[in-house]
């Protein structure tokens, strides 16, 4: 079987899938954040939190490991087949225990059994996310399949989102509708997998091959998990739903501009795989450079951009009642740069090179400089506080990782144009400063006249300088 599909359609439809994942949000939360207020969506914000812990346990690094793995094996029905299955056996078995400490967790602790209604629906994502099999999908490069099928079932969850939450009461509707979407996606995922492989058992597995490497990416899935979710943990348990919602609204805007930016990695790790399975160093060089100049000319600009339009974005998204989420933000956008920068060092250098053991490291130091940050932060600056400690985190895990690729790839910054960005930059905001304090209209009208004055004249300038555009990728 032949799985190679254009890196430009690749690119092209998973720029839809995150353009799908901005627009969504910004259709339902506006109008879920004005009904159920920060104390609602902080509620369900600190359960989802919590159960992704329990999901990233009983995921172990699966969802990494299971791209790589069958990506090397794609042109072959049999071995993938074989692989798939003794992936997925893994993955359920550990599901199965996760979700007995799950349930045992809920009963025991008094602060989850208060809401025990949304941990008991929104667990279900647990078994969801294991028939899901998304990895296969990705690994077979099957983007425009997984962008149709997220954008169906994304269109019925805005719909019923309208119509079921109504009043601040409406938080447990609310919970099941953030995961339907999800829910729908793998739901059909699991039917649909029969296109690619064979279910039929096999009489002999071989387990054991794929435990190091599953542990090894589990360790890797665990450090970023547990600064992802951390703040929001932290903050529910020490500062209470209130500080939650503000650094969720804060979250959920960086996040999806995270997205945005880093959209190109996300379709590019089977393919490097594959490169390097092949021994084409050459092709795995050339495509790692363009990444990463397309990563500097996007994740730069949209930074400084929304720094000066912080609040502006926030109060279109959520209202003047979240306006305790400026400072956070402002404090955490840098991290879109710094994990922009990771994912391409980290994602599609050191994993397709056999080397996650120091992706692992870089991500532990994260979590570890997280942790002791908020401890001493968040009660102090509640929100703005668990924002610092993650941006340091970030920031800790770039360095690591420059550190740890200074001998594989010295030239890795050489044919980025990032000297020509400053200028661009520069006259850009300049600008946007003196447009913004001048501007007088509502906060939609806002956004839209500063990014099309920022935008146009950050371009425009790169155009004057000559900045070779990082717009071509190989087949």
């Known amino acids: 079987m032949n799985f190679q599909t254009s890196i430009k359609k690749n690119f092209i439809m998973n720029v839809i899938l995150t353009a799908s994942s901005l627009i969504f949000p910004l259709i339902t939360f506006p109008y879920v954040s004005r009904i159920l207020l920060p104390e609602g969506t902080g509620r369900v914000a600190f359960v989802l939190s919590i159960i992704s812990y329990f999901s990233m346990v009983a995921s172990l690094g699966i969802p990494t490991y299971g791209i790589r793995a069958c990506a090397q ?23 199965g225990l996760v979700y007995i400490a799950y349930f045992l967790s809920i009963l025991m602790v008094e602060h989850l059994r208060q809401e025990k209604t949304l941990f008991f629906l929104c667990g279900s994502t647990l078994f969801f996310n ?3 099999m998304e990895w296969l999908y990705k ?22 989102m309208f119509l079921m939450v109504q009043s601040p009461d409406d938080c447990i509707r609310y919970g099941f509708l953030s995961i339907l979407a999800d829910v729908g996606s793998n739901t059909f995922n699991f039917i649909h997998a029969r296109k690619f492989i064979s279910m039929a058992p096999r009489q002999h597995y071989n ?21 992802k979710y951390l703040d929001t943990a932290m903050l529910g348990f020490m500062k209470g739903n209130q500080e939650v919602g503000y650094y969720s609204a804060s979250v959920r805007i960086t996040d999806l501009l995270v997205s945005f930016v880093t959209a190109p990695g996300a379709v590019l790790l089977p393919r490097i795989s594959y490169y390097v399975k092949e021994g084409r160093l050459k092709e795995f060089s050339s495509l790692v450079h363009k990444a990463l100049d397309l990563i500097l000319f996007v994740s730069v600009p949209v930074c400084i951009y929304f720094e000066f339009m912080a609040d502006s974005s926030i109060f279109f998204i ?5 306006a305790g989420s400026i400072p956070p933000m402002r404090i955490i956008l840098p991290t879109i740069i710094c994990i922009g920068i990771t994912g391409i060092i980290g994602v599609q250098i050191l994993i397709p090179l056999g080397r996650e053991i120091l992706v692992v490291y870089s991500t532990c130091a994260g979590a570890v400089t997280d942790l ?12 703005s506080g668990a924002a610092f400690g993650t941006l340091a985190a970030e920031i800790v895990v770039l360095i690591a990782q420059l550190f740890f690729i200074r001998n594989e790839m010295p030239d890795l910054f050489s044919g980025v144009q990032y000297k020509k960005l400053i200028p661009a930059l520069a006259v850009s905001s300049v600008v946007l400063y003196f447009v913004k304090i ?9 956004l839209v006249i500063t990014s099309i004055i920022f935008f146009s004249i950050y371009l425009g300038t790169l155009f004057l300088i000559k900045y070779k555009f990082p717009v071509e990728w190989p087949r």
């Open 73 to 95: 094996v794609r042109d072959d029905q049999e071995q993938l087949s074989q692989t798939v299955q003794e992936i997925f056996i893994i993955n359920a078995c550990m599901t």
């Open 130 to 132: 294991l028939i899901g």
């Open 139 to 160: 690994a077979l490069e099957q983007y425009q399949y997984i962008t149709v099928r997220s954008l169906i079932f994304k269109a019925i969850s805005v719909v019923l």
């Open 207 to 227: 387990f054991r091959q794929h435990m190091k490497p599953i542990l090894i990416f589990f360790a890797f899935s665990a450090s970023v998990t547990i600064y």
């Open 318 to 322: 959520s209202g003047p009642a979240y």
């Open 372 to 383: 002791l940050l908020n401890c001493i932060f968040i009660p102090r600056f509640a929100s």
């Open 438 to 446: 001048n501007l007088h209209t509502g906060n939609f009208l806002a």
